[in-house]
């Protein structure tokens, strides 16, 4: 029997020991979301800003081409109305010719003396009763002008007091307080101030002129009128009444100029005149 010749062979050794397992690397976050997650993010975001900028643009293109409702036309209406005595040129407002009917029913024409420049609401345009009660509500400026009546006898002074909007008008108009008697120094008190021009039947007007006085109001303008002799006399020297009122011209006037500021117009966008 043969024998093979033994061969010294090292020890077995044990296998290496497993390499522990590891996880796969983490991204880094924000808010708990990857880049990727944000830039869908950013383009769900960009794209309905977009949205709504587009429907913005598209809103403000259809309200600026579109006609105004019935409520913006009443609101510039009246808007166009309350700023008449600033855009209306003077002779519009206080016009050359204004007519009026007599006692005996018998139509006439008063004729414009002249246009005051002055426009405060303060003791210059009235007395200082009626001049607190116009700034308490707001008075925005005090228009006056004198008409002669056709005889060029009687003379009237109408003041155009001009407020925010008629429920201011209408408050100061309540509260103006009553004529008290005439007296040889200053006529009929508180009134409107007599406006006297120069070189006209209305020369001699003065405040101790005043004989009568009369309010009215249309929208949101005052219109007050003081009126007497155009020889100046003062308002006592008159011992003898005459048939019927020569100053029945004056409320007259301030109504026709109360209603012509106060019409309403149809609006028209396309003038200055207006905001629509």
């Known amino acids: 029997m043969a024998f093979l010749p033994s061969v010294n062979r090292p020890p077995a050794q044990p296998d290496p020991p ?39 643009f ?36 206080f016009p050359e010719r204004l007519p009026y009917t007599t006692g005996g029913g018998r139509s006439e024409y008063a004729s ?8 405060a609401c303060d003791t210059t345009a009235a007395d200082a009763e009626i001049a607190a009660v116009l700034r308490r509500h707001g008075c925005r400026a005090v228009l006056r002008a004198t008409y002669a009546d ?3 006898g009687v003379v009237v002074t109408v003041g155009v007091v001009a407020f925010a909007d ?5 408050r100061a108009l309540r509260e103006l307080p009553a004529a008290a008697l005439p007296d040889r120094s200053r006529g009929v008190r508180p009134a409107l101030r007599a406006a006297a021009f120069p070189g ?3 020369a001699r007007f003065t405040d101790a002129s005043r004989q009568d006085r009369s309010s ?7 219109v007050l009128t003081t009126s007497g002799q155009a020889d100046g006399r003062p308002a006592a020297a008159i ?29 028209d966008c396309s003038s200055r005149e207006w905001r629509c």
């Open 18 to 56: 497993a390499a522990p397992h590891s996880d796969p690397p983490r991204r880094p976050t924000v808010l708990g979301l990857h880049g990727r997650q944000w830039m869908a993010v950013a383009v769900v975001v960009g794209c309905c800003y977009l949205a709504m900028t587009l429907a913005a």
């Open 58 to 93: 598209a809103g403000a293109w259809t309200t600026l081409h579109r006609e105004p409702t019935a409520a913006e036309m009443k609101r510039a209406a009246a808007a166009e109305v309350a700023r008449r005595w600033q855009t209306w040129p003077a002779q519009r407002i």
């Open 112 to 119: 414009l003396q002249g246009i005051s420049t002055a426009t």
């Open 150 to 152: 056709q005889l060029q």
């Open 166 to 170: 008629p429920f201011q008008a209408d």
């Open 200 to 202: 006209t039947a209305a």
């Open 216 to 222: 009215d109001r249309g929208g949101p303008y005052v």
């Open 239 to 267: 011992t003898k009444n005459r048939p019927g009122s020569p100053f029945a011209l004056a409320p007259q006037l301030g109504r026709r100029i109360a209603k012509n500021l106060s019409t309403q117009a149809l609006p």
